[in-house]
Nanobody, 123 residues
Framework: QVQLVESGGGWVQPGGSLRLSCRAS????????MGWYRKAPGKQRELVAT???????NYTNFVKGRFTISGDLAKNTVYLQMDSLKPDDTAVYYC?????????????????WGRGTQVTVSS
């Protein structure tokens, strides 16, 4: 089985910073890409940022210039540096991985999700 575990969430005042981490573990052969999504109360889950195994990054417009995704996919790890945080950034942040794993005599490529970490921005 494969697990994704996030850490680094918490409470911060507007304008502050947080750094989220996510590590995948289990029967992983390779990771094609990882990313961060978030879900605020009353809203649908939305993309925040992604990074590929070739280190190509993609950001949604509302975090460009404030958030930075990085990681070492060969080590199954991705980070999200969040600066200049706003109250609208309050949400549960989820790690996602597009990876190839093995088990039950087969190799499978699929998406996995972490359980999420809460980020609260308020004064």
């Amino acid at each position: 089985q494969v697990q994704l575990v996030e850490s680094g969430g918490g409470w911060v005042q507007p304008g502050g910073s947080l750094r989220l981490s996510c590590r995948a573990s289990g029967r992983i052969l390779s990771i094609n890409g990882m990313g961060w999504y978030r879900k605020a109360p009353g809203k649908q889950r939305e993309l925040v940022a992604t990074i590929t195994s070739g280190a190509t990054t993609n950001y949604t417009n509302f975090v460009k210039g404030r958030f930075t995704i990085s990681g070492d996919l060969a080590k199954n790890t991705v980070y999200l540096q969040m600066d200049s945080l706003k109250p609208d950034d309050t949400a549960v942040y989820y790690c996602n991985a597009d990876l190839t794993s093995w088990g039950n005599h087969e190799i499978t490529r699929t998406y996995y999700w972490g359980r999420g970490t809460q980020v609260t921005v308020s004064s």
